[in-house]
C-alpha cells in the first residue's frame, strides 16, 4: 500500500514537472544578445526577425556598450553601432507616457533614419526616415519585450518629442 501512494505521488509529482517545464518553455529566451551581455529590449517580429538592444559594463553612458542587432541569429541584417564602443551621444531612453498610458523608448539615429525601440501596452519597433514612418512592427510572444531599468541608468534621457509618437 506505501508503495503504491508512494509511486502515485511521485507519479504526480512527474507530470506536474513535465506540466511546469513546458510551460516555461514556452518563453524561450528569444534574442541576439550574448549570454554575457545585459538584454536591455529584445523581442520576435512577424516574419521570424528579432530586434534586440545589447549591453555589457554599461552602468554609465561613457562605459561599456550598447549595441542594436535586427535580423535572425544565422544573419544579423543591421548591427548599430558596428563596434562595441560606449552609447555616449548614440543612444537615447525617452520616457513618453502621457497620463495612464505608459510609453518608454530606447532609440538612436543612423544617417537619415531614426529607430524606436518601445515598451508599451504592445511593444514594438519603429523606423523613421527623414521624419516619416517606413517602418512598423509589433512584437510577437516571447522575449524581453520592455525597456530593461539598467538601461535607464546606462544610456542618456531625452524629452519627449513628437518623432516618439508617429
Known amino acids: 500500500m506505501f508503495q503504491s501512494n508512494s509511486l502515485k505521488v511521485l507519479f504526480a ?6 506540466f511546469i517545464s513546458s510551460a516555461f518553455a514556452e518563453e524561450e529566451e528569444v534574442t541576439l544578445c550574448e549570454s554575457q551581455e545585459d538584454i536591455y529590449f529584445s523581442c520576435p517580429l512577424p516574419g521570424g526577425e528579432i530586434v534586440s538592444v545589447c549591453a555589457f559594463g ?3 553612458p561613457s562605459s561599456g556598450y550598447v ?7 544565422e544573419k544579423l541584417e543591421l548591427t548599430y553601432p558596428q563596434s562595441k ?3 555616449k551621444g548614440r543612444f537615447y531612453v525617452v520616457n513618453a507616457s502621457e497620463g495612464s498610458a505608459n510609453l518608454n ?3 538612436f539615429y543612423n544617417g537619415r533614419y531614426t529607430y524606436l525601440v518601445a515598451q508599451a501596452f504592445r511593444s514594438y519597433l519603429t523606423v523613421l526616415k527623414d521624419g516619416a514612418l517606413t517602418f512598423r512592427k509589433s512584437c510577437e510572444a516571447g522575449g524581453y519585450a520592455f525597456i530593461n531599468r539598467n538601461a535607464l541608468k546606462g544610456i ?5 518629442s513628437a518623432e516618439d509618437f508617429k
Not at 13 to 18: C, R, T, W
Not at 67 to 73: A, E, K, L, S
Not at 156 to 160: G, M
Open 13 to 18: 509529482i512527474g507530470v506536474f514537472g513535465v
Open 58 to 60: 554599461n552602468n554609465k
Open 67 to 73: 549595441q542594436y542587432r535586427y535580423g535572425v541569429p
Open 85 to 87: 564602443v560606449p552609447p
Open 105 to 107: 523608448i530606447i532609440k
Open 156 to 160: 542618456e534621457a531625452l524629452p519627449k
